[in-house]
Each structure stands twice: as structure tokens, then as C-alpha cells.
């Protein structure tokens, strides 16, 4: 099935279309939002987000924008829309490509009704989207982010990325080299 076709689901559609290997649906379905921008004359850039200091889950790690897809959401469209502009101010005017999803699990300790610790398993599929947005124009949430920057390929050895999401960042890049014409061109 086509990544696309995705953006018309419901979290439980997706839950039940796209499964773990063993055949379980996951316990989470999250976005992943790709901004690209192009300066004339320049390279191509996508925006990062590097996570709070006080995030749980990987503090001070760079990402693209996104989040899980909430009840609140019809669709995973409009989970994209909502994520973006949640952590970047940012609006979403119409997503023109899919890039490579991964899934990943979390282990994390619960308290129990009786006070005691359970290690729980969730599992997760990151569905991945190039997004134009209306204005480059970012405001970070800084609940969630310490600092947004746009990098170029070159940029891309230096920053402090898990494995995953560099080969997402990494299929980004080739995705909007290949594909400049779909993002315009701004003014230096």
C-alpha cells in the first residue's frame, strides 16, 4: 500500500492495514513531517527539531516535526497538520510526498494499582510525509523543542540523530533533490 493512501485513514484504519511483522497491529501510529525549503541559487534544506533537554525519550536528540496520531484526529492528514503547526507554527498547505516509515519499539516501567513496576513493550510505526507549508516562518513549542533549524546534506555528519531517523533525514534530502521542482524557491 502506498504511504499516501494513509493520509485518508483513521488511527484505527491504519492500526488495522499496517501491521508488526508477527502480524499484531501497534500500539501507536505517529507522523513524521518533512519541511523542505529551497533557497534560489542554493541547496535544498530540511527542517530539524532538536527535543527539550527534560524529554524522557531522547532529550536533546534532533527530529523532524511530528507526533503521535490522536483521537482528536479524523485522519492521519490531519494529525500532520496539527503536529506541524503544534511544534512549528508552521501550516500545512498540502502534502507531496511520502518518504520511508519505521517502526521501532519502547520499553518503559509502569506502577502498578498495588505500587509495584512492570516493564511494558509498545510498539510504533513513524509514517513519514513531505510537507509544503504556507510560511517558513518557525516558532518552536518549546514544551516540546529547545530549537529549530533547516540543514543542508553537508550539515548532515555533524548532527546528533538516532540511526533511524538519519536514514529518514537522509531519504528526505535525496527526495527533495529529486523532486526540487515541487518545492519552491524562496528569496534569499
Known amino acids: 500500500m ?17 501491521r508488526q511483522d508477527n502480524g499484531e497491529p501497534y500500539d501507536k501510529i505517529v507522523i513524521g513531517a518533512v519541511i523542505p525549503k529551497r533557497i534560489l541559487g542554493g541547496s535544498p534544506e530540511i527542517l530539524l ?15 523532524i516535526p511530528g507526533g503521535k496520531v490522536e483521537d482528536v484526529d479524523r485522519t492521519v492528514m490531519d494529525a500532520v497538520k496539527r503536529e506541524v503547526f503544534e511544534e512549528t507554527g508552521m501550516e500545512v498547505q498540502k502534502v507531496i510526498g511520502a518518504i520511508k516509515s519505521f ?15 512492570t516493564n511494558v513493550l509498545s510498539s510504533t510505526l513513524q509514517l513519514n510525509f ?13 514544551e516540546e523543542h529547545s530549537e529549530g533549524k533547516f540543514i543542508k546534506r553537508p550539515d548532515l555528519a555533524e548532527l546528533d540523530l538516532t540511526e533511524q531517523m538519519r536514514a529518514v533525514v537522509e531519504d528526505a ?10 518545492v519552491p524557491a524562496l528569496e534569499a
Open 2 to 18: 502506498d504511504a499516501m493512501d494513509a493520509l485518508r485513514m483513521s488511527r484505527t484504519e491504519c492500526r488495522n492495514i499496517y
Open 49 to 63: 527539531l532538536k527535543r527539550a533537554a527534560d524529554e524522557h525519550f531522547l532529550p536533546n536528540v534532533l527530529e
Open 103 to 117: 517502526d521501532y519499539t519502547v520499553e518503559r516501567t509502569i506502577t502498578k494499582a498495588d505500587g509495584g513496576e
Open 130 to 142: 513531505v510537507c509544503r507549508v504556507t510560511k517558513h516562518d518557525l516558532v518552536v513549542n518549546p
Open 173 to 182: 534530502l535525496v527526495w527533495v533533490e529529486k523532486n526540487s521542482s515541487d
